[in-house]
């Protein structure tokens, strides 16, 4: 009923910049929170980003200040650009979005995206 689809990694050389995109589609009525979370094969999947719909931001403390999250309201999109990128951000991001669908107007659910892969070369 609703889906995410990501976009925007790659490959970069430390120092660089990418910019994640999120854009969600289907029977959306509204979407609350988005956020983005990151994913290596040793640890739990942990938030990055998180915005909410009044604009409400928090960030993980290790950003420190190279990321940004904003959202396009009409478009149903999430950003994350993201700069100075270190190894140690090389993960897979996924983006989550709490919905609103048309069949309740009322009740919301969370949705995943696929996930995308950044890899930072040292």
């Known amino acids: 009923q609703v889906q995410l689809v990501e976009s925007g990694g790659g490959l970069v050389q430390a120092g660089g910049s990418l910019r994640l995109s999120c854009a969600a589609s289907?029977?959306?009525?509204?979407?609350?929170?988005m956020e983005w979370y990151r994913q290596t094969s040793g640890i739990q999947r942990e938030l990055v980003a998180t915005?909410?719909?009044?604009?409400?931001?928090k960030y993980a403390d290790y950003v420190n200040g190279r990321f940004t999250i904003s959202r396009d309201n009409a478009k149903n999109t999430v950003y994350l650009p993201m700069n100075s990128l270190k190894p140690e951000n090389t993960a897979v991001y996924y983006c989550?979005?709490?919905?609103?669908?048309?069949?309740?107007?009322?009740?919301?659910?969370?949705?995943w995206g696929q996930g995308t892969q950044v890899t930072v070369a040292s």
């Open positions: 915005m909410a719909s009044g604009g409400r931001i």
């Open positions: 289907g029977s959306i009525f509204s979407i609350n929170t």
């Open positions: 989550y979005a709490d919905v609103i669908t048309y069949a309740t107007r009322m009740v919301q659910y969370g949705y």
